[in-house]
Structures are given as C-alpha cells and as structure tokens.
C-alpha cells in the first residue's frame, strides 16, 4: 500500500481576526493607498468585517472601481455577485451580500469586465454566528454537519443546518442521545441506503466501564425541530467492550467505510499512553472479535489535546478487514502509523502538532477486489484539529468545515465552526504560483481576436494567456493520479445584464446543461459562441488543440518522492464573440463516473452533465475580449497637395528645385516656411516608428518664393535646393480639385514658420503644426501602450480593448474640406485616408478608380484622421467598410471654445464622445438597410435610447435627459452640460442586444443586425 499524505492548518483567532491596532494599521495604510496614481486594475485594499456569515454584508474598500455600481462585480471561490444599489458612487467602496456557499479566503472584484489586482492583508473568513464550548468533532452531513462538543461540560452531539434561509443564519438542533455519551462522531461512509453517524455511549460499570458503538441515520429533509425523534441503535452485542482500566478516557472514534468495523481511540488511565480498540459490528465472527489492542500498538496521546487523530483505510467489506490511520503526539512532533491486524508500520512524522486525520477517500477509491488497494492518501490536520472534508453535496466546492477557535479578546470561549477550501487540489495562476488568489477569484480577460499578427507580439493583458485565444491551465494535485477538468458557461457579468440566470442560449442545449433559475449560475449556458460552433474547450497540447473538448482527464506525473505536483493543459476561448464566460471545474472523479461503483451525486439514468458533481476547484472566470488597434494620423495646419507629379531625372523644366501645387483654397503656406514633401503610404510599416520623415520618403526644404501657373489653378513652389526623390501627384476634375482615383497623393506640410518649429530640439508642441486631440492614454491593457480613458469607459461595456500603439502615429497633408460637388465629398475623402492608411487591404487592390479600392476587407484595424473641418460641418463622421474615422478640429473649436466656453478638460471630454461615438460606428451599429452613403436616412447609425446605466448612480449627474447614449441621433445638441459630461455609454441594444438576453433593452429597439460584442471579428 503506497501512502501519501498533506496537512491542513486550522488557523487561530489570530490569523483571520486582527487586533485593533491591526485593523487602525490597515485603516491608514487604505487611506494612504487611495492617494496612490490609478492602478489599471481595480483594486480591493481592505474588507470589512474581517469575518461574516452568508448572507451578510461585506464592504468592499479599494480603488480603480466602476462608479456605477452594476459594473462591479466580486469574484469569491465559485461565486460571482453584483454590488448592491447604493445612492453614492462606488470608485473607491462598495457593497455586496456574502453568497451562501463560499468558504474562507481571498475575495476579488472586476470592474467593468477588468480583472482585479488582489493585495489584501487578512482573508475574508466565514466564521459561523454559533456557540459551541468545547467543540471537539465535526462530521459532515446532507447540507448539515455533525458536531460534538462539550454545552457548559456537558458532551452533546447535535446538527448544524447551515443552508438556512429563514430564519437567516446556520441552525443547531440537539440530538436527543442520553447521557454519558463521548462527544466524538465518525461517518459511515457506505452502509446500506442510508447514512450513519456514530459515538461511543457508556452501558455500565464493570471494572473500568462498559461502552457502545451507537449509530443513528441521517434526518434526510426532517425539520430542525424534530431531530430529537432519531432513534439510536446498539452496534455491538451484550458484551460488547470494555478495557477493564480504570478512567477509561476516549479520545476518538474512526468508522469504516462498509460501517462493519469501528475504531476507537482511549487513554490508558490518566497517562499519555493509549491503545486503538477495533470493534466489529454486531457480533460477526467474519468481523472478528474486539480487539483491545489493535496491531498491538501502544499509541501516544499527549495532552493536553482532547483528540485522537484516528481514520479507517479503505480497505474494507468483501475484500478484508480494515486498518485503521492513527498519529502519535509529542510536545512538537507528530508520528503517523498505519495499524492492522498483523501489526503497525511507521508511516514518518511532521515537526507540528497534529491533532486529526481524515482520508481522502474519494481519491483513496475505488475499491478492487484482486488485492489490497494500491495507494492512500490522507489529510491531517493541525491547531484546533476538529474538521472533516466534506462532499459537493454540501458546497459547490469541496473543502474544510473546521472547528474554530473563536474565544475574544477578553478570553471567553465561543468556539463555531469556519468553512475553508481543500488545500491540495487546486487551478494555480502559472506566473505566481505560490499566490493562486488572483486566478481563482477573479475575472481574467483573454484576446480572443487573431488578426492582425501583431496581437501576440504586443502581448496580453493577462499573463496566463500565451497565444490569440488560448490560455495556460496549471493544476496542482496528488502525485501520480489522473485529475478531471469540465467547462462551464457563467452567466454574463456586465452591468446590463440579469443578474438572476437568464433563459440560455436554445442553440446551446446539446452541448450545456443550465442550472435552474434559482440555482448556480455556474451554467447559464447563455454564451453566444453555442450559435455557431462549439470550437472551444480544453486539449492537452497547444499545437495540437483543433478539436479542443469540454471535459478532460489530466494525469499529474512527478518525481517519485513528492506528494503533489503540477500539470498543464490549455484553454482554448471562443473566437468573435466579447463577453463570452467560461469556467473550470477540477476534480478528483471523473465527471462522465466511468468505472465508479457506487454514484451518489446521479441517478441511474441522469445524464452525467446534470449531476451536481464533487468539484474540489474552480478556475477564475475566463472572458473573451477583443482588440482592435487604432492607426492615427494628424493633418498639417499648413501644406497642401501636388498638382504635378515631380521626377527628379525629368524636372529640367520649371527646374529640380521646383514643386506644382494645388492653388486657392486648397493650399496653405507662406514663403520662408520650412516644409516637408512627402508621398503616400506604400507599404505596412514592419517595425519602428514609421513617421511621415521615413515611410513617405520626406525631403526638408524651405520656400524661397512661388508664382502662379496652370491658369491659376496651380502654383509653383521654388525651393531652397533641388529634391532628389520621386513624388506623384493626385488627378483631378473638372472643376481641378484633387480627385485621388489614381491611387496617389503626393503633398508638402509647413513644419516651422516664425518662431513655431515643431522639427526643433526641444521643438514646439506637436499641436502647433499639426490638428491633433490631446487625450490622456489609460493602460488597462497592461501590455501595451493603450487606452483612451472615457473610450474605455463605452468599449469595456462591450469587452472590447481599443488601442493606440504609439509607433502607428503618422501625418496626412493639408485638405481643404469642401468640394464643389458635395455628394462626391465623402467618398472623395475615403480615397484620401486610404492613401495614408498603412494597414489597408483594399477588396480591389489594382483600381484606385473603383469603390471596392477605397473600400477594404474585415479588419481589427480602424484609421483615425484628425482633421480640419469639412463641408457639413460635423464633428467626426465614419465610414465602417472603409475602417475609417474623421476627427474635426474646427468644428470642436467652433462648438466649445468658441461658442460653450469650455476648459481644456472639458476639450478632452468632448472629442472621447466623437471618437468613441465614431469607433461603434466601425461595429455597424444600428445601421439599417437603407444606411447608404449616397442617400443617408438622418438617423442612419443612431438611435434614439439613453445609455444603459441611465438613471443608475455614478452613470451621470443630472436629469434624464442628460443621460443619453453615445448614439443618440441628436448627439449632445449643442448643450455644453451634455456635451462634456463624463459618462459616455452605450445603449445596451449597441452592447450585446435585447433578443439574445430575453430581457428588454430599452425602444425601440435600433440593433439590427449587428452588435459590437457579436459582430465579427476581424470587424
């Protein structure tokens, strides 16, 4: 029999309940940390109360929270739960009710789909609201435990319900057991239909005294008030046992698993010394005689410890005769030995106190019947000592219901129970291993969006993921044993989603089982990805995952010597859809129980994905996102386009230091400024920083002085020295304004004029030569260069990253906006950007002339052109199947400077709510049928709805009709309050839609067809 063994620590008082100078350190430390530069991630600095029950309130104290509290949602073992409403915005504190089921540990939040940075002094511990001196036995139950301890010295066995809704709390029903009973309990794990549970009960005096084996059934379902109705039945014969010495002290008891045999632990008078008894059940000769003496091992108890640390094998029934697992104290070392009827053999020892063993049975099973079991493993248990594993059919996740040690401050005994998690079997975040508490409990965002390369190259914002859609699963467990993984669907977690589970997804139905409206939401089964395919899941190995499964078995193979080891698979996300949840499950038992004899958790003929399976660890929750990358462009103030193509082999005639432009309006310079001439894009940059100087073939020059030509509709520019590049000049029409369909767009740009010189060193402020917007960069991609903060705030709602890698800024020249024939001037335009556009990929490369050249393939890639005006005088305008967006400085000028007044911060405000207006229109966003570019409806892209946080606290101040969202066909007509209001939000029909969800969004409902969380992906 091959033995393993790890221990679990019972902490004290101590450890979860900090002194009242603990708690004033972390008062101020919280205080502190608050004036610290916003982290990217949220961040919990404190809870309190530092302990609580389900059902409590818990509040949250932190920084980088979403100030709308539905967006806050925290993460805790296996559970989700939204913050509860509240009047204040929740930045920095917010509320939440602790949900039935969770054990002690670690809590974390995610705001806005961002995972959160874990930094917390203490644990969030559940501590039950009970009183029971003297607890010194814990057995676990059917959604209750067993406890035995000593009411005001006297030994009492009682039931704890723990799922309790009314009245709220756990609840204790005493047992009606008589008198002179041993408080110490031991399960049956298998006998008969129902459950036992056991004591040893004294019958008489006889020279020491004479003692019982009693057991009683569960109560299945019976009220708390009828426990007391439980009948107790012998389980020995007359005769049963007794030592015969005097002070005869039990100090455990240890059941079988068939319930055929028992141990019993005692003192050998008032010494340290004591013996295991073995007692059969009945008088059974197969089971043998009692045996005062089992092994013939003579056992140490030391005091002051009330408990014996005593657990069966599991080698039991049919097949032979159980041993029984025992620990020996000293004053700091624990010996284990294993005892059965030939002898006892030195299983080796640890430098601590232990006072329990339990063995994991459901990894010590299954039970053979060619010979003895091959390998054990068993947990023991320090401090208090008084705790028991407990199944699935208690919690959704296996782990530890401990005595503690709750006696205050002031001394007054008050031991309860607290719950914790099992410390062996576990889902470990790979870059931090010894800190598995930021994956566990929390929402991790994994890139699901594979085009364009440079997605892995950038990086991710989250370190366990190592590829486009995948990310690396590391468990930990019991060495040389096969471990079980399944994927599950959570319920959607933003803030405009049910927070009860939703109706799922009717396409999901072959492949998920959801949980009851009441139930979990573990398995809403409402993700999207069931829609089209199920191409997502759990393989082994990263180069070979094109058929990824949803359940898994993983073999943890380490060196022979060590106990538990590390495994790695890989989770594949689903592809196009942002928001899509999984969640993983880790076992010790198979989920589908092939080879299992006995199935508790199923009926016969339950399908296994119905079960509520004995889960031992969850993953954190894994959502896709997508990303897609903005390249920037900034028009020179100055400059303007070449009316003649310049050939440096042929450019005798005016002269090689000479350039045809456009003139009138369509040209801006005066003689003496120093300029740049440059030619459009001709290729994607590679790496570096591919500025105008470099990928358009810059040449410096200065103005010496210009005449007229081409009978006034060009000039001629002479120039300092000769030029010694190629540039080619756009056509042009009739009325000679540049036309673009020759695929060209050769121009110049007035760098340093007077004292502005932005090619100095230091230079000018970039602003005073080209139209540019300021606005801060945010870093919630911790990857990368990132995020436009107010952008943020819309496209996190949509579980879409927007960046803005600072290595794609570039410069278009100088375009006057009006063209004589304005129903030609948009689509004039879009030649235009398409010049400058690095990333195009035309759908018709080979003919500038045509549409489908200015038109390109899906893309993450978006161009943003900051711009003068143009002839509507809007602020921004779109155009999705070009990936373009035109960003107009004059009419922001003429809007808030000149006519609103605004500051600079309010500037900031009003071009986040053009740009993140402008980028959902990329996601075709409420375009309808008839949205064409030749004959625009005037609500073609827009909607008519409020943001969906509308009327919520934090989502924006003022009335309702401030409160609109980012589409709104009226914008913010013109009105300074709206117009640079801070909150800049989505209509939840724009997010993810109304149909799907099976709530109402809001009406009417202008989604159709697309969605930014659904649309595809590259857009």
């Known amino acids: 029999m091959r033995i393993y063994g790890a221990y679990h620590r019972v902490p004290s008082r101590a450890d979860v309940i900090p002194s009242a100078a603990e708690k004033q350190e972390a008062?101020?430390?919280?205080?502190?940390?608050?004036?610290?530069?916003?982290?990217?991630?949220?961040?919990?600095?404190?809870?309190?109360?530092?302990?609580?029950?389900?059902?409590?309130?818990?509040?949250?104290?932190?920084?980088?929270?979403?100030?709308?509290?539905?967006?806050?949602?925290?993460?805790?073992?296996?559970?989700?739960?939204?913050?509860?409403?509240?009047?204040?915005?929740?930045?920095?504190?917010?509320?939440?009710?602790?949900?039935?089921?969770?054990?002690?540990?670690?809590?974390?939040?995610?705001s806005s789909g961002i995972?959160?940075?874990?930094?917390?002094?203490?644990?969030?511990?559940?501590?039950?609201?009970?009183?029971?001196?003297?607890?010194?036995?814990?057995?676990?139950?059917?959604?209750?435990?067993?406890?035995?301890?000593?009411?005001?010295?006297?030994?009492?066995?009682?039931?704890?319900?723990?799922?309790?809704?009314?009245?709220?709390?756990?609840?204790?029903?005493?047992?009606?057991?008589?008198?002179?009973?041993?408080?110490?309990?031991?399960?049956?794990?298998?006998?008969?239909?129902?459950?036992?549970?056991?004591?040893?009960?004294k019958v008489a005096d006889t020279g020491g005294e004479k003692k019982h084996v009693?057991?009683?059934?569960?109560?299945?379902?019976?009220?708390?008030?009828?426990?007391?109705?439980?009948?107790?039945k012998a389980t020995?014969?007359?005769?049963?046992?007794?030592?015969?010495?005097?002070?005869?002290?039990?100090?455990?008891?240890?059941?079988?698993?068939?319930?055929?045999?028992?141990?019993?632990?005692?003192?050998?008078?008032?010494?340290?010394?004591?013996?295991?008894?073995?007692?059969?059940?009945?008088?059974?000769?197969?089971?043998?005689?009692?045996?005062?003496?089992?092994?013939?091992?003579?056992?140490?108890?030391?005091?002051?410890?009330?408990?014996?640390?005593?657990?069966?094998?599991?080698?039991?029934?049919?097949?032979?005769?159980?041993?029984?697992?025992?620990v020996t104290n000293f004053s700091d070392y624990s010996g284990f030995v294993h005892i059965t009827d030939s002898g006892y053999t030195n299983l080796g020892g640890l430098d601590k106190v232990v006072v329990d063993l339990e063995t994991d049975r459901r990894v010590s099973w299954p039970y053979v019947d060619t010979g003895p079991i091959a390998q054990v493993r068993w947990y023991a248990i320090t401090?208090?000592?008084?705790?028991?594993?407990s199944d699935d059919t208690l919690h959704d996740i296996r782990g530890w219901v401990d005595g503690f040690d709750a006696s205050d401050d002031d001394g007054n005994a008050a031991d309860t129970l607290m719950l914790s998690v099992n410390n062996v079997s576990q889902i470990l975040m790979s870059s931090d291993p010894d800190n598995p508490v930021n994956i566990v409990n929390n929402q991790l965002e994994i890139v699901a969006s594979e085009v364009p390369d440079l997605q892995a190259q950038i990086g991710f914002p989250n370190p366990e993921q190592i590829a486009p859609r995948y990310a690396k699963i590391t468990i930990k467990g019991w060495n040389n044993m096969e471990y079980y993984l399944r994927v599950l669907d959570p319920r959607d977690f933003a803030g405009y989603a049910p927070t009860v589970n939703p109706a799922p997804n009717p396409l999901a139905l072959d492949y998920c089982r959801p949980a009851s409206s009441m139930g979990p939401y573990l398995n809403a089964c409402d993700n999207q990805v069931w829609s089209n395919n199920t191409d997502f899941g759990l393989c082994l190995d990263y180069y070979n995952c094109s058929n990824p499964v949803q359940d898994i078995a993983v073999m943890i193979q380490g060196p022979p010597n060590e106990v538990t080891w590390t495994a790695v698979l890989y989770l594949k996300m689903p592809a196009q859809y942002s928001g899509d949840n999984l969640i993983l499950q880790l076992s010790e038992v198979d989920f589908e129980w092939s080879g299992w004899p006995v199935n508790p958790y199923c009926s016969g003929t339950q399908d296994p994905k119905d079960c509520k399976m004995p889960v031992d660890s969850y993953s954190g929750v894994y959502t896709s996102w997508k990303r897609e990358f903005v390249e920037r462009e900034m028009?020179?103030?100055?400059?303007?386009?070449?009316?003649?193509?310049?050939?440096?082999?042929n450019c005798s005639d005016p002269g090689c230091d000479k350039i045809f432009i456009f003139s009138g309006y369509w040209t801006?310079?005066?003689?003496?400024?120093?300029?740049?001439?440059?030619?459009?894009?001709?290729?994607?940059?590679?790496?570096?920083?591919?500025?105008?100087?470099?990928?358009?073939?810059?040449?410096?020059?200065?103005?010496?002085?210009?005449?007229?030509?081409?009978?006034?509709?060009?000039?001629?520019?002479?120039?300092?020295?000769?030029?010694?590049?190629?540039?080619?000049?756009?056509?042009?029409?009739?009325?000679?304004?540049?036309?673009?369909?020759?695929?060209?767009?050769?121009?110049?740009?007035?760098?340093?004029?007077?004292?502005?010189?932005?090619?100095a060193n230091p230079p000018n402020p970039i602003e005073d030569c080209f139209y540019k917007f300021k606005y801060d960069k945010a870093i919630n991609d911790s990857s990368s260069e990132g995020q436009i903060p107010y952008i943020n705030n819309a496209f996190n709602d949509a579980y879409t990253f927007i960046l803005d890698p600072l290595d794609y800024i570039g410069s278009v020249p100088y375009l006057y906006y009006n063209f004589?024939?304005?129903q030609e001037a948009n689509i004039r335009w879009f030649r235009f950007h398409q010049l400058f556009f690095k990333n195009r990929d035309p759908i018709n490369p080979n003919d500038p002339a045509s549409d489908d050249w200015w038109k390109n393939h899906d893309s993450n890639f978006f161009h943003v052109l900051d711009c003068w005006r143009d002839y509507n005088n809007r602020r921004g305008f779109a155009r999705p199947d070009s990936h373009v967006i035109f960003v107009l400085y004059q009419s922001h000028y003429d809007l808030c400077d000149s006519w609103l007044g605004c500051n600079s911060y309010e500037w900031n405000i009003l071009f986040n709510r053009v740009i993140t207006h402008e980028l959902a229109h990329e996601f075709w966003v409420n375009w309808y049928y008839y949205c064409l570019i030749d004959n625009p409806a005037p609500d073609c892209g827009h909607c008519p709805n409020s943001a969906w946080c509308a009327g919520l606290p934090g989502c924006e101040s003022g009335d309702i009709d401030e409160q609109r969202c980012s589409m709104h066909m009226l914008g913010c007509s013109n009105d300074k309050t709206k117009c640079t209001s801070s909150s800049i939000r989505f209509d939840c029909n724009e997010l993810r839609g109304s149909t799907v969800e099976g709530i109402e969004c809001s009406s009417p409902n202008y989604e159709q067809p697309f969605h930014i969380r659904t649309k595809n992906d590259p857009e």
Not at 128 to 145: K, R
Not at 271 to 300: C, D, E, H, W
Not at 680 to 708: Q, V
Not at 712 to 736: P, Q, R, V, W
């Open 27 to 110: 008062k101020l430390r919280r205080t502190q940390e608050l004036l610290w530069p916003p982290n990217p991630r949220p961040q919990i600095l404190d809870v309190l109360p530092y302990y609580g029950w389900w059902g409590e309130l818990l509040y949250i104290f932190g920084q980088g929270f979403s100030p709308i509290y539905a967006s806050n949602v925290a993460h805790f073992h296996s559970n989700a739960f939204t913050a509860i409403e509240t009047t204040d915005k929740t930045e920095n504190e917010f509320k939440v009710g602790i949900p039935a089921g969770v054990r002690s540990g670690f809590p974390n939040v995610a």
């Open 115 to 201: 995972g959160g940075e874990y930094i917390l002094d203490y644990p969030l511990s559940i501590i039950a609201p009970l009183s029971m001196p003297g607890l010194v036995s814990v057995v676990e139950g059917t959604n209750c435990v067993y406890v035995g301890y000593l009411n005001n010295g006297d030994p009492t066995i009682a039931i704890v319900y723990l799922y309790v809704s009314y009245p709220p709390g756990p609840q204790i029903a005493v047992i009606d057991h008589g008198v002179d009973i041993d408080p110490f309990l031991s399960r049956v794990a298998l006998y008969g239909v129902d459950k036992e549970y056991c004591y040893v009960k």
């Open 214 to 232: 009693y057991c009683f059934t569960e109560p299945l379902l019976v009220p708390v008030e009828r426990a007391h109705l439980h009948e107790d």
């Open 236 to 326: 020995c014969g007359e005769d049963c046992f007794d030592p015969d010495v005097a002070n005869f002290n039990i100090k455990g008891i240890a059941s079988s698993d068939q319930g055929n045999v028992f141990f019993v632990a005692y003192h050998l008078g008032n010494s340290n010394y004591g013996r295991v008894l073995r007692v059969p059940r009945g008088n059974n000769p197969s089971n043998k005689m009692i045996n005062p003496q089992f092994g013939g091992a003579a056992l140490t108890f030391k005091f002051p410890h009330y408990r014996a640390g005593i657990v069966a094998d599991t080698k039991d029934g049919m097949w032979g005769n159980p041993g029984v697992f025992a």
């Open 383 to 389: 401090n208090m000592g008084v705790a028991t594993l």
């Open 635 to 649: 028009m020179f103030k100055w400059g303007g386009l070449l009316y003649h193509d310049f050939d440096p082999e």
């Open 668 to 759: 801006n310079f005066e003689p003496l400024d120093e300029i740049w001439v440059f030619t459009e894009t001709t290729n994607i940059p590679s790496s570096g920083n591919p500025s105008y100087l470099s990928e358009y073939k810059a040449e410096k020059r200065y103005i010496m002085g210009y005449e007229s030509s081409c009978n006034g509709h060009c000039m001629i520019l002479t120039l300092d020295s000769i030029l010694t590049n190629k540039y080619e000049a756009t056509n042009f029409d009739d009325y000679y304004e540049p036309k673009f369909t020759n695929g060209k767009g050769a121009g110049f740009g007035v760098i340093h004029r007077d004292s502005i010189d932005c090619d």
């Open 820 to 822: 004589s024939d304005n």
